[in-house]
C-alpha cells in the first residue's frame, strides 16, 4: 500500500492510495448520467479470483498514482442511456477534482474518463412505466363511459 505523507512539524499525515480511490468513487457516482464504476472485463475476472488490486467495493474502477503531492486518477464507468458522455465525463473530472483536492490537499494533475459501457433500464422499470401508462388509459375510459 503506497502512503501520500504529509510533512508537518509536530508529525506527518500519511493518505492511503486506497482512500483517494473510495473519495474518488463516492464523488464520480454521484454525477447524474453515472451508472456505475466499472473495472472492465479483465477487471471484473481479477476480482472474482481476488487477484484484482481494486476487490473492495469502494474503489472498484478507479485507478490512483500518488507522487509527493500530486495525484492522477483513471475512472472506468458506464454512462446511462441517452446521456451527453462528454459532459458527463467532463462532470465527472470537475467534481473529482474538487473532492480530492478539497479532502487531502493534493494536486490532481489528470483524471481520465474511460467509457465502458452504456446502461440501459432494466426490464422491470420499463414493465411499471407501462402499467403506469396502462392505468392510467383504463382510468379514462372509465371516465368516458
Sequence with gaps: MDNNKIDHSIGSVKIADE??????GMAASEVEGVAELSGGFAQDIANILGRGKNTSKG???IK???DEKE???DLFIAVQYGVSIP???QKVQVVVK???EGMTGLTVMVINVHIQGIAFKNTAEIKDVKD???KTN???DLKEK
Excluded: F, L, P, Y
Excluded at 482512500?19 to 474518488?24: H, K, P, R, S, T
Design 138 to 140: 383504463k382510468e379514462k
Design 59 to 61: 474503489s472498484r474502477g
Design 19 to 24: 482512500v483517494v480511490e473510495v473519495i474518488a
Design 98 to 100: 474538487e473532492a480530492i
Design 64 to 66: 490512483v498514482e500518488i
Design 132 to 134: 403506469s401508462k396502462d
Design 87 to 89: 459532459d458527463v465525463a
Design 71 to 73: 495525484a492522477s486518477v
